[in-house]
C-alpha cells in the first residue's frame, strides 16, 4: 500500500510516497504533474524511508552533496525508466543538455529518442531532486523545463555550485 507525507524544504513543501520499502514519489507540490503516481486516496504515515528522506534533503538543503542510501523505486514506461536511471548518474553539481541525454538513452533502448522525448519523460520524474532532473539544460546552457518551475531549478543549481551569466544561463564549462 502506498503511504504518503508532507515534508518542509526551503524551496517549498514536498509531499513524498512510498510502497512500504522503497522511495516512489516526491513531489513539490504545486509542480505539475503533482502525484503523477500516487494513488487518488494514499493515506498519511509514517515510515523509515521518509525519515531518511528528510535526512537527505537536510543534508542537500544544507549544501552537502549527500549520498542516496535508501532505495528508489519510479515507475514509468521503458523510456522513462531508463531516462530516470540515467539522470540519476549526473553528478552534483554537473548538468548535461537534453541532447547529451538522448546520446546517454540511446544504448539502453536502442534507437536516440530525441530531444523532445527526452523532455517529456524528464518532465514527468516522479522523484524530483532524489532523480535530479533539474540538471538538464538547453542546448546552449538555458534553463528551461523543470516541472518544480525555473526559479527553482536555478535555485537548486546555484546551491549545488553551478555558475550563471545572464538570468538564466548556466556557464558551461567544458574541460
Known amino acids: 500500500m502506498i503511504r504518503q507525507k508532507q515534508l518542509v524544504t526551503p524551496l517549498g513543501p514536498v509531499t513524498v510516497a512510498s510502497d ?21 486516496k494514499a493515506p498519511t504515515g509514517e515510515l523509515p524511508v521518509f525519515d531518511q528522506v528528510a535526512t537527505w534533503l537536510t543534508a542537500y538543503f544544507a549544501g552537502q552533496h549527500p549520498t542516496v542510501t535508501f532505495p528508489v523505486q519510479p515507475t514509468g514506461t521503458a523510456l ?42 524528464v518532465g514527468h520524474n516522479p ?28 535555485a537548486l543549481l546555484t546551491l549545488e555550485g553551478c555558475r550563471f551569466e545572464g538570468s538564466d544561463r548556466v556557464v558551461l564549462e567544458k574541460n
Open 80 to 121: 522513462r525508466e531508463a531516462v530516470w536511471s540515467v539522470l540519476r548518474t549526473i553528478p552534483y553539481g554537473e548538468t548535461v543538455t537534453y541532447r547529451e541525454l538522448a546520446t546517454r538513452v540511446t544504448p539502453m533502448i536502442g534507437h536516440n529518442p530525441g530531444a523532445r522525448a527526452m523532455g517529456n519523460a
Open 20 to 40: 512500504g520499502v522503497a522511495l516512489t514519489g516526491l513531489w513539490f507540490t504545486d509542480q505539475h504533474y503533482y502525484g503523477s503516481t500516487l494513488p487518488a
Open 127 to 154: 522523484i524530483s531532486l532524489v532523480i535530479p532532473c533539474h540538471r538538464v539544460i538547453g542546448q546552449t546552457g538555458d534553463l528551461v523545463g523543470y516541472a518544480g518551475g525555473l526559479t527553482r531549478k536555478k
